[in-house]
């Protein structure tokens, strides 16, 4: 069964209301626009968004969170988009900040079927409260649990017939991990080639991980977004 | 004199003197602000650049060259240099948690007299986000953090006890500021420089954390 699909629909019918979706991205960097743009469309509700920023004001994910369907942000870095910091003092979206290494490390261990680790990170702040501390051979840890979803839409640059995946630069970041950490794994990508013609050995995400596969219809260039 | 500096020449006069300190071969990760500047001041060719959207050996770019998926972590554009390596999010953190990283130069609201920086949240403001910071200091080798000395209505950031929410239990190693620099030797400041135009008198009375001279 081919994993290319031929539509936005097809692409995004796993999301559905309430479910836990991880997405791409560093800012706009390796976002997967095409899949966000097609999220705004579709009627979900209560989604609890996986992402290290929720898009900027009326962008990306930022549209997503001003159509309210949005219940709660896992992410490290908010700041980017002001419009979250005015709906959580409205009490309209619950948010966990985590310490940006460990958002990547919890997914990186949700993927690879663990229940958690302990982390150096964020021992004795506000953001270690009502965490399990432990000490290993004299120094203190506290406990972050793993983060597994329904879905992950992330972006990659080439995918092959068989969802191989290869990436781009800093547009990386956070899709390999979110590939692993989802039931259902959709990927936008620029190009689509036949299997054989990616190098084995520079395949960053093996084809085990990925669902669906969708062609790139917004990409972002040197003028901003645009449509191709 | 350094009352009527404006803030640019503060940045670069800040930035300028922590490139000083950083000696090849190492691999350093710095912060937005101030920390970004250091690399237009160092002398060493065989410093590497971290940063932690996942590229090892960032350079700077031309604007004709600027690619929209290259940027830094404070989404700059910036460039690739020879040997340069990328990887995914978890992977760079795994240096920086890990120690592989040498040094990470930090900005930092508040700094407490024992080296306990503030870089995360104020209180009373809705707290949104945290980045790279806590890890960085957990797992950076050694920590600078560069900073005006005092805020802008005048008060000292080197403070006894910080009143916002410390972003680790580790203390950094060296402070930068445009009057003076620190060492943290101890659990206590000692002051090791005067920047240009800074005066002993001056920065007794812009501190309220104890230093050592």
């Known amino acids: ?228 | 004199m350094t009352g009527t500096m404006n803030k640019t020449d503060m940045q670069h006069l800040i930035a300028e003197r922590v490139a000083q300190e950083l000696k090849g071969p190492c691999a350093v990760n710095l912060g937005i602000g101030i920390p970004t500047l250091v690399a237009e001041y160092m002398k060493e060719d065989n410093i590497y650049l971290h940063t932690e959207n996942g590229l090892l050996g960032v350079t700077d770019v031309e604007e004709e060259d600027i690619d929209p998926n290259l940027v830094n972590a404070g989404k700059l554009p910036v460039g690739e240099a020879v040997g340069a390596s990328f990887f995914n999010s978890s992977d760079s953190f795994a240096m920086i948690r890990g120690g592989h990283v040498d040094v990470a130069i930090l900005g930092a609201l508040q700094v407490d007299e024992t080296g306990l920086i503030a870089n995360w949240a104020v209180p009373g403001k809705n707290i949104m986000g945290v980045g790279g910071a806590m890890d960085l200091l957990v797992g950076a080798k050694k920590v600078f953090v560069t900073m005006s000395h005092t805020s802008k209505d005048g008060s000292p950031k080197l403070l006894k006890e910080c009143t916002y929410p410390i972003t680790s239990t580790r203390q950094v190693d060296m402070i930068f500021t445009e009057l003076a620099v620190f060492e943290v030797v101890d659990s206590q400041l000692k002051l090791v420089d005067l920047m240009p135009g800074a005066t002993i008198e001056e920065v007794r009375e812009k501190t309220e954390a104890a230093f050592t001279e």
């Not at chain 1, 290494?101 to 690879?112: D, F, H, P």
């Open chain 1, 1 to 228: 069964m081919s994993k290319i699909l031929n539509n936005l629909n097809e692409a995004l019918s796993a999301v559905k209301t309430g479910d836990t979706v991880l997405v791409g991205g560093f800012g706009l960097v390796g976002a997967p626009l095409t899949l966000i743009d097609g999220l705004t469309e579709k009627d979900v509700k209560d989604l609890t968004i996986v992402s290290n920023n929720l898009g900027e004001s009326g962008k990306g994910l930022g549209i997503l969170l001003n159509q309210n369907k949005i219940k709660k942000g896992i992410g490290s870095y908010f700041t980017s988009n002001r419009d979250v910091g005015d709906k959580y003092q409205k009490g309209e979206i619950e948010l966990e900040l985590l310490p940006q290494g460990t958002l990547a490390e919890s997914m990186r261990a949700g993927g690879a079927g663990l229940g958690g680790y302990y982390t150096t990170t964020g021992v004795g702040t506000d953001l270690a409260k009502g965490k399990e501390e432990r000490e290993i051979d004299g120094v203190k840890y506290i406990f972050e649990k793993a983060i597994r979803a329904d879905v992950a839409l992330i972006r990659a640059y080439k995918a092959d017939t068989l969802g191989n995946l290869v990436y781009y630069k800093t547009a990386r970041n956070f899709n390999p991990l979110m590939a692993m950490a989802a039931k259902t794994v959709i990927v936008e990508v620029d190009e689509i080639v036949e299997a054989g013609e990616l190098d084995p050995e520079a395949i960053v995400t093996p084809f085990i991980y990925v669902d669906g596969i969708i062609k790139a219809q917004q990409v972002l260039t040197k003028k901003g977004v645009v449509n191709v």
